[in-house]
């Protein structure tokens, strides 16, 4: 089979979804190539947390474009994201205090809904929170968290209907090249053709870029989380919280569950496993020692479900976003572990620069390849240290 297409796009989770919605906005026909199901990975493990708190402006631009699509997901997809407004509150220590009022600021100059809030407001907004370490936080009211595999599962469709193709369990093991363009790729199932590629393989993007011989650093990262049935006492719920004094992140799910991850033990470099990972078994207790700190009525919750996923992250925990290498390869990855929130408006942009040299929705051009060869790593303006330890 050599079949052709406009665009190939390799991996089916958001980001090639979204990607491929986009193209196909434009009239285009791209093909979504995925070695296994649409959000088989990162994406379909993904806690799903939306809110627009960075430290660096465009990945807030980013989140806040998105966050429109978030909210208004049926008018401009269809179907349906999942989305849940639960507010979200982001705890930072004394020593980041500073850097939190000057990101709020910037947010509130992007026009995101971003307030600083004292402990005792937080104790008002979440009664069952201890927070007598919590001076000032963040408080995004609009902010929540979607179902990465919905939201996915509708971009696709909506993409699907304008045109565009995926083929599930249609790994790719090659690129083409000649002359200094790319012209297809090699697959389990055969050989693809088409002018543009855009590597959009998550935790295997480094792999994918190395078969059109582009080195771009990055690795793999590992990420366990765990759900908690609530006790009766905290029937009601609590706010979306990334919580840097405890460590952790936390946020509801339906069905009286709270979904934990830890912001520490996030092992880089492994190879993933073929079949569906598990996290270690002392995983569960560091989460659970954690979440009581913060919410101690937990201590009457019990254990419902973990899981285990890995994304492609990169030395500045940012994404890579452009060309390298043969004219018409793209890079469309290493997102880090934050990468679902920004999912919709990446794939905006992308498909601008693809289609139109540059990106309007978002200047994504700080996120270049070549920041790397440079040693222009990107760095908050009142940068917090990095999320993921
Ligand atoms: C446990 C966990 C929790 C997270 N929580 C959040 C969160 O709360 N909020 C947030 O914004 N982000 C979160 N993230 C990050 C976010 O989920 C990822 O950044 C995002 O899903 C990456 O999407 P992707 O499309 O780039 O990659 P993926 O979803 O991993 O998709 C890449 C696809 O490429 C396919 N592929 C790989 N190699 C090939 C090949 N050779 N041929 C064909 N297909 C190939 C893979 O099978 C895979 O399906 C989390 C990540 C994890 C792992």
Not at 154 to 161: F, I, P, T, V
Not at 191 to 213: H, N, Q, T
Request: aromatic share 8%; net charge negative; charged share 20%.
């Amino acid at each position: 089979m050599n079949e052709c297409a406009d665009i190939i796009i390799i991996g089916g989770g958001i980001h090639g979804a979204s990607l491929a919605f986009h193209l196909a906005g434009y009239g285009l026909r791209p093909l979504v190539l995925e070695r296994k199901t649409l959000a088989a990975e990162a994406t379909g493990h993904s806690s799903g947390l939306v809110r627009m708190h960075y430290d660096l402006e465009p990945e807030s631009r980013l989140a806040w474009e998105s966050f429109q699509y978030f909210r208004d997901w049926e008018a401009r997809v269809g179907g349906d994201c999942g989305f849940r407004r639960t507010g979200f509150l982001q705890f930072v220590g004394p020593e980041y205090i500073p850097a939190l009022r000057a990101n709020i600021a910037m947010h509130q100059r992007l026009g995101i809904p971003s307030l600083l809030v004292t402990g005792e407001d937080v104790r008002r907004l979440a009664p069952a929170m201890e927070v007598g370490d919590i001076e000032f936080a963040a408080y995004e009211p609009e902010s929540g968290y979607a179902d990465p595999s919905s939201t996915t599962g509708s971009l696709m469709a909506a993409a699907r209907q304008r045109g565009a193709r995926l083929m599930q369990g249609c790994k790719v093991t090659g690129i083409k090249t000649y002359g200094g363009r790319v012209q297809g790729v090699q697959t389990t199932q055969g050989e693809f053709s088409a002018c543009v590629v855009v590597d959009a393989a998550g935790a295997w993007a480094g792999e994918v870029a190395r078969m059109a011989e582009v080195d771009v650093p990055i690795t793999t990262w590992r990420h366990d989380t765990m759900f908690i049935r609530r006790p009766p006492e905290l029937r009601l719920g609590h706010p979306t919280v990334i919580d840097f004094p405890k460590v952790i992140y936390f946020r509801p799910e339906t069905g009286g569950l709270t979904l934990v991850g830890l912001e520490e033990g996030n092992v880089q470099g492994e190879t993933p496993p073929e079949g569906e990972a598990v996290p270690d078994p002392g995983f569960v207790d560091r989460a659970v020692e954690q979440i009581c700190k913060r919410i101690p009525a937990m201590e009457n919750g019990s254990f419902h479900s973990s899981l285990r996923g890995y994304d492609g992250i990169t030395p500045d925990q940012r994404p890579v976003l452009g060309q390298a290498g043969p004219d018409g390869f793209y890079l469309c990855c290493g997102f880090s572990g934050t990468g679902f929130k920004i999912g919709p408006a990446v794939g905006a942009c992308m498909a601008e620069l693809i289609v139109d040299g540059r990106s309007r929705t978002v200047d994504i051009s700080s996120f270049n390849p070549e920041r790397f060869a440079r040693g222009d790593l990107l760095q908050g303006e009142h940068a917090y240290e990095n999320i993921w330890r």
